[in-house]
């Protein structure tokens, strides 16, 4: 059985790479290199697996799991530059696949703690385009 | 090939153990717990995989995978009480993950029956959370 | 300019006429009369009308107008029997125009008292189906 | 006869004045008013109101509406700073409220000289608020 | 009050003008004009406004409207081709403002017949386009 | 770690087998066989699985993926009919079961010189119904 919470946070972020000058930036991101960045409506779906606990017919409180994906990832983003200002990125190019990976690190312990298994980390950036990381991708 | 009809229905339900006062379910089931009733407009999506017929270029006739869901599920659920009046969830609480149980249980032979194989029931319960059950849980 | 909150809540009605029977019920408000209850997810999106406030930019401020909404509306119809529990519905058949009427009524005044003008309740009960209430029928 | 065409752009922004420090930005604005700056995915709606041409049985041909948004609007504003970067913009907060007026203002006479008039500019910040202005305001 | 219900059906269509040549439709038209046809999931959004019925709590039941329009409309154009299939479209371009003031015409008097005003056909042809009828364009 | 692009494309299909008359196709395929055609506005979601770039943060260059999804697959289906004029469709029943193989085996080779691997086609005809193509069905 999974379930699946979703939750929404706001972002300022900027693709580049810092040894890079403006226009290599601009070559390889395009417009999302922007140095003066720019933002989305981020959408995230976390998943978690596990058994029915027959006494509450839960895989678990989905009213614990938003508490801790708020404390361990929305807090830390929202109304944030992903560049600047979030202790999970630091050092890390703001791209969706890495804000997916930054997220599963955070959740995965956790999630365990509560007794089920993180199974999925979606990321929606806008409505074209989403990553889905599974934790098992050892980059 | 794996292929997909949404159906919805709304219906009433209440999250409690009745063998716990209301103090007790209120603290674990939160204002789900409400002894007077609360609702969802459910979206259901199930998901059925199998070979595409050459002939029809189908895996199967949406058509009547829709009125098998409503024989079995809909026509059950639709504008009802889920804990009092929906037969296959008599003694069962009425959380998501027991209901897509439930779902999973009545459509599974239907659909075998049709030639193809039940892959996975989702139901949505609210724009912020829902479940997958795909089969393999024996709880 | 008008500026548009959207907020949700999930709860529990029926439709019926006290004074007439269940069979007269069914006949008029068809499955919607089902006496153990149904219930939805409804939307609601309130509409303010007024000047942009120079110092801010804002017509009102969005957060002060969440929380009256909450206040007036959401936390008494939240997980809730609308025919039951709700006090601005007392009396009232508890179909999507009156909910509308009652909200509207709720929030007519501390609207105004925020220096802007209620200017539309829209209450969406399912995907198929919304009304839309301006304030000005006197039924 | 009114058509509507839908545009999306993504745009970071800060809510704040400057002759007012951070703490008091902060107390009016809350974490709008994030320093290191925030963003979203915008949608626009741009309402255009006139007769419906017999020849060709549109008000006005969608793809030029369409590159006259693009041109005056959305690429002015696609993956930028609204504070820094938007002409018409300058020495406006860029509250939502304020940035729909801007877009109304550059889209008036294109609009006109299209054969039809502006009747709305929707402007959505996320799922839960949107403004719209008719252009009566003369704030 | 104003009360909505939405329907869906799916057209193929062709915008053109039987005197121009394909060369001259294409200028106009664009590849809307490919003569061997497209098609579309079309919305639509039927707006009515009357007075609240103190006994049924209702505008009007949505169960006729939704009939109503069903016969006067969806069966009419669902899985059909616009252009040479639906009798009220007979000799009129298939543009969505010619269907929207085409099913204004169908609906008006039924509507009236109920006791409530129609209000507004919205007429949704892509995500990105939607037309808005309200009766008083005598073109 | 899989990402996810969308696009959205308008076509006019039938269902029908030229062997069969038109009330053997009216039989089996009900009004989706009409001789005249119908169409959809089809919305497409390609995933592509692969490692993260540690130089882009990127699976792969989403601008890349979609002029790629373009040239292959949106430019040969956008405003066309999926009977008459899509190479990769000819003498294939025009199904979405079908026409999501037909688009996989269109990118298989394309995304696999990107570096990644096509690892499903989701492809959605109505709000009611979808399939998924992860190419390991030999039909």
Redesign the interface.
Not at 1 to 8: L, N, S, W
Not at 10 to 13: E, K, L, M
Not at 28 to 32: A, E
């Given at each position: 059985?999974?379930?699946?919470?979703?939750?929404?946070f706001?972002?300022?972020?900027r693709?580049f790479?810092p040894e890079w000058d403006d226009s290599k930036n601009l070559e390889?991101?395009?417009?999302?290199s922007?140095p003066?960045?720019?933002?989305?409506?981020y959408t995230l779906y976390v998943?978690v697996e596990g058994?029915?606990d027959?006494?509450?017919?839960?895989?678990l409180n989905?009213?614990t799991l938003s508490k801790i994906i708020a404390t361990f990832v929305v807090d830390k983003l929202?109304?944030?530059?992903i560049n600047?200002?979030v202790d999970f990125m630091n050092g890390?190019?703001?791209?969706?696949?890495?804000l997916?990976?930054g997220i599963w690190e955070q959740l995965e312990g956790p999630v365990r703690e509560l007794g089920a298994a993180l199974y999925c980390v979606k990321l929606v950036e806008?409505?074209?385009?989403?990553?889905?990381?599974?934790g098992n991708?050892p980059?």
């Open positions: 059985m999974r379930i699946t919470r979703r939750e929404t706001n972002a300022a972020h693709l790479r390889v991101f395009g417009k999302c922007n003066k960045w720019h933002g989305h409506n998943t058994k029915v027959p006494h509450t017919g839960f895989v989905l009213k929202d109304h944030k530059n600047l200002e890390r190019l703001a791209s969706t696949e890495n997916a990976t806008t409505e074209n385009n989403y990553v889905e990381y599974f991708d980059a």
